[in-house]
Structures are given as C-alpha cells and as structure tokens.
C-alpha cells in the first residue's frame, strides 16, 4: 500500500542553525501538505504542493517537491526557538498519508 | 470563521460507558475527519465524511462510530471502549478531499 517516509525522526539544533526534513513516497503523489504540530497541540497547516519541480517559501521556510512527485522536503534557515514541534508531511495518492514526521528541538 | 471546534477537550470514561465526541466547523468545508493520535506517534485516520456521507472506514471496530448529522457537524460516538483506544481524538475540515485540512484542538480521551 501507499507509504510515506519522512526522515529524520528526531533533530536537535542550536538556534540559528539550518533544519531539513525530508518525505519520500512509494508511488507519485499528486499533492504533499506540510503541517507543524507544536507540544501539545494540533497539526497546523503550513503549505500544499502541487506541481511537480514546485518550490514554494514563507519567510525562512522553503518547501520544495520533486520532479517525479514522489519526495518533498522542508527547509528551515536560521532556525529559532519558535520553530520547535513536529513536522508532518502528508502525501495524497490514492488515500491521504501522514509521514511519522520529525521533531524538531531548538537549544537556545 | 476559519476554526474547527472540539468537544469535551477532556474525557475520562470506562469499558461500559456510551459517550460522544463532538466536532464542527463553519468554513463551508465538504470533507470532515476522524483521526485517532496516540503519543508521538502521527495522526491514524480513521473516518472520511464527504458530502456528508461516509467515504472511508479505516477498518475502525465497531465500537466507534461516526455520525454527521449535516455539513457542519461531525460526531464520533463511542462504547465499550478498551484502554488501548486513549489517545487525542482530532476531528478535521477541508473543501475537499485532497485539500489542505484544518484541524480541531482534540478531545484527549482516556479509557479506565
């Protein structure tokens, strides 16, 4: 069945360092959603891709999907202490699937 | 209003108690959501409403079951439940199926 695996499991970085999380697919998506979900809290929607090649930003975010529609990343430069939480990449083929998503630490 | 509202935020009940989670949302989203989130784990769907009718079933026992009464509002009514089935329950919103989905803060349920 459709999978989507999303690495690393666990980053910890020092504030104002670079952060990457990365989604691959089994089979070609034809969209990938980005969600953070802080302690605590509920998923909230960040950013749909849709095109293959799509680059999309919001501030120091960089959202980017693959050619083939299979993989999608999430960049964020100079990371800061409100950017801790888990990112959620969800991956729509057939059905809509989560990645298990990476937790992102930010040490002051 | 571009919320989605859950309740209760909390529930304590046990295996033989009948209660219900309520979930609603006013964007004038078609495609509602049950999704079952146990502790760092991601969100399990469990549910799809669309158009008021439902589109999937996770292969969820029978012990929870949905319910949505019109567009609006989504309930999740649940018996005899184990212990096993305490999670955060998030109810979610989308125009569509395959849009971006709005999610609810949850109703953390825990089964005695």
């Known amino acids: 069945g459709q999978q989507v695996m999303q690495i690393p499991q666990y980053q910890h970085v020092q504030e104002g360092e670079d952060f990457t999380t990365y989604c691959n697919s089994s089979?070609?998506?034809?969209?990938i959603q980005w969600y953070k979900q802080r302690p605590g809290g509920h998923p909230v929607f960040l950013i749909q891709?849709?095109?293959?090649?799509e680059v999309k930003k919001q501030k120091r975010l960089t959202f980017q999907f693959g050619e083939a529609k299979k993989n999608s990343s999430l960049h964020i430069t100079a990371t800061q202490t409100t950017d801790v939480g888990t990112y959620l990449c969800?991956?729509?083929?057939?059905?809509?699937?989560f990645g298990k998503g990476t937790k992102l630490t930010v040490n002051p | 209003d571009t919320e989605v509202t859950q309740t209760p935020k909390h529930l304590v009940m046990g295996m033989t108690n009948k209660k219900s989670l309520k979930c609603e949302q006013h964007?004038?989203?078609?495609?509602m959501y049950w999704y079952k989130q146990k502790a760092k784990k991601p969100p399990e769907l469990m549910f799809v409403?669309?158009?008021?009718?439902?589109?999937i079933n996770e292969s969820v026992p029978s012990r929870f079951s949905p319910e949505c009464p019109n567009s609006s509002l989504l309930n999740l009514h649940l018996h005899a439940l184990q212990p096993e089935d305490s999670a955060l329950y998030l109810c979610?919103?989308?125009?569509?199926?395959?849009?971006?989905?709005?999610f609810g803060p949850g109703t953390r349920l825990t089964v005695l």
């Open positions: 964007m004038g989203h078609r495609a």
């Open positions: 969800q991956g729509g083929s057939e059905k809509l699937v």
């Open positions: 891709l849709v095109k293959s090649g």
């Open positions: 409403y669309s158009y008021e009718k439902l589109s």
């Open positions: 089979t070609t998506l034809s969209n």
């Open positions: 979610a919103s989308s125009q569509d199926y395959y849009n971006e989905q709005f």
